[in-house]
């Protein structure tokens, strides 16, 4: 068996649970919210509190978990207006193993890197075109071809 194909096929499995990775850890909401509704009373009577309700009360507004567990206290965010706003329900976060995709993410890109450094430790000497060059040799090239593009 030729060198260096074990260390690829790891370097393929570690580049891959690299992206699963990435894609588990992507969220549309990263943090606890919770929605509240604004419906202030009306002192004028029914007619004008039903225009009130229809106005204020139907649109959805939210906040994040902590600053509604402030509402009221000194530095809170949220204005007190009394019983006017009003607590509808708590949402979680949509994905509560974030930190494990990234962890994933991070340990298989090392991996990749760890194999990448292996394959070049065990194989100095690359065939490109029938030419076999040392690491040196191909350190100088890529540096000669960085030059020329700046």
């Known amino acids: 068996?030729?060198?260096?194909?074990?260390e690829l096929?790891?370097?393929g499995v570690c580049g891959v649970a690299a992206i699963i990775g990435l894609a588990t850890s992507q969220t549309r909401q990263p943090y606890d919210l919770t929605q509240i509704q604004f419906c202030?009373?009306?002192?004028?009577g029914v007619?004008?509190?039903?225009?009130?309700?229809?106005?204020?009360?139907?649109?959805?507004?939210?906040?994040?978990?902590?600053?509604?567990?402030?509402?009221?206290?000194?530095?809170?965010?949220?204005?007190?207006?009394?019983?006017a706003i009003q607590w509808v329900r708590d949402l979680p976060t949509d994905n509560p193993n974030q930190l494990l995709g990234y962890g994933i993410a991070v340990i298989g890109?090392?991996?990749?890197v760890g194999c990448l450094l292996v394959i070049i430790e065990i194989q100095p000497n690359f065939k490109v075109?029938?030419?076999?060059f040392s690491s040196l040799e191909l350190k100088r090239l890529f540096n000669e071809l960085v030059e020329a593009s700046l």
């Open 47 to 83: 007619h004008s509190q039903i225009a009130l309700d229809k106005r204020f009360c139907n649109q959805p507004r939210f906040v994040l978990t902590e600053e509604w567990q402030r509402y009221g206290l000194y530095g809170s965010i949220i204005p007190y207006k009394g019983d």
């Open 129 to 132: 075109k029938g030419q076999r």
């Open 1 to 6: 068996m030729k060198q260096g194909v074990f």
């Open 40 to 44: 202030p009373r009306s002192a004028n």
């Open 9 to 11: 096929a790891l370097a």
């Open 109 to 112: 890109l090392w991996g990749v």
